[in-house]
């Protein structure tokens, strides 16, 4: 019998749907570093400097520290200084503590953050139409690269054309991920949730198996690799797949539900991010909408960058300063 054919992957397929979003939900939900209070009270990071030395920081200094290198390697890659920030957020963020919090790291890293925007509202304003009904419902759905968010934004014509929020879901996370790592507890009463380097190891090794499958492997096994405890899982493809999918379901679902809004009553559907490309994610989304609803027109790949590209332009020209864009400001890793 003829092997089966290698399967291209792109970084998008059914496969590896959700592994830059799972990635996004290990830093949010896992510290990688040791933590110490000291004598202040103020909760500090063992965090490793090479040659086996360490340094104890603050999230605020490890977030400043990351943001100083972003900034370092945009003005190495563009040749410009970067002053003043544009703020790509999720929708899902408390606008006041995240924009505050932001705002504090930027101030240390030497930088100004002259307004922030949520994702959801730069895929809906691509669209806005010249004038709107009484009241509007838009479902932005995006998914690709490093993001996976479904939004509920509403436009009330005498409020005033402002969009609101009504619901937005956004930790989700890999379900591939969450499914290895729900039955260690339950199986060694193991509390894996807590152990950074545990689950950056099931991180990998499922990783690994999404990559086999892509390969061409019809089946993969997964090891569960605790000292003194070992056990081994046979993974499907299809099975897989199907879980993937289903994992957008609920995430509509439950969006929906949250924003207490039916999905007839639904006006539009905003596409956003590469793997919104995919049929069978198209097939997901007409089971709860008609693709009348669905805005595409502008290649949902690369929406959000031309969207941010024309906020970041009109706001330089407005405040009469040069002005740059920034994207993944993840606040969700320790609680600050």
């Known amino acids: 019998m003829e092997p089966p054919a290698p399967i291209s992957c792109s ?48 999230a605020k200094e490890i977030f400043t520290s990351r943001l100083q290198s972003q900034i370092a390697d945009f003005e190495s890659q563009h040749g410009q200084r970067v002053q003043n920030i544009v703020a790509i957020i999720p929708a899902c963020t408390n606008p006041r503590q995240y924009q505050s919090n932001l705002s504090t790291i930027a101030a240390a890293a030497g930088v100004r953050i002259v307004y922030s925007i949520h994702r959801s509202f730069l895929a809906a304003s691509a669209y806005r139409p010249p004038s709107t009904p009484e009241r509007r419902n838009v479902l932005v759905f995006e998914l690709g690269g490093r993001f996976l968010e479904i939004s509920l934004l509403t436009e009330d014509r005498n409020r005033g054309r402002d969009l609101n929020i009504k619901a937005a879901v956004s930790d989700l996370g890999c379900p591939f991920l969450s499914h290895m790592v729900s039955g260690v507890p339950w199986i060694y009463n193991f509390d894996s949730e807590r152990d950074a380097v545990f689950l950056s190891y099931m991180r990998t090794e499922c990783e690994r198996a999404k990559d086999a499958l892509c390969l061409g492997s019809a089946t993969v096994e997964v090891k569960i690799d605790i000292p003194g405890l070992e056990t081994r899982k046979l993974i499907d493809r299809e099975w897989l797949v199907l879980m993937n999918l289903d994992h957008l379901r609920s995430g509509i ?81 320790h609680a600050f």
């Not at 069978?280 to 941010?308: H, M, W, Y």
Request: hydrophobic share 35%.
């Open 11 to 58: 970084g998008n397929c059914l496969v590896h749907l959700h592994s830059a979003a799972g990635e996004a939900w290990l830093h949010c939900h896992s510290c990688p570093f040791k933590q110490h209070v000291g004598p202040d009270g103020i909760t500090r990071f063992r965090v490793p400097t090479g040659n086996n030395d360490a340094t104890f920081l603050s």
């Open 253 to 333: 679902t439950r969006c929906l539900t949250e924003a207490r809004v039916r999905k007839e009553d639904v006006d539009e559907v905003v596409l956003a991010g590469a793997s919104s490309n995919i049929p069978e994610v198209r097939g997901v989304l007409l089971e709860f909408f008609q693709e009348q609803k669905f805005r595409c027109s502008i290649d949902p790949a690369n929406l959000i960058f031309l969207t941010s590209q024309s906020c970041t332009n009109y706001i330089s020209s407005r405040l009469n300063i040069p002005v740059t864009i920034f994207e993944g400001l993840n606040l969700g890793l």
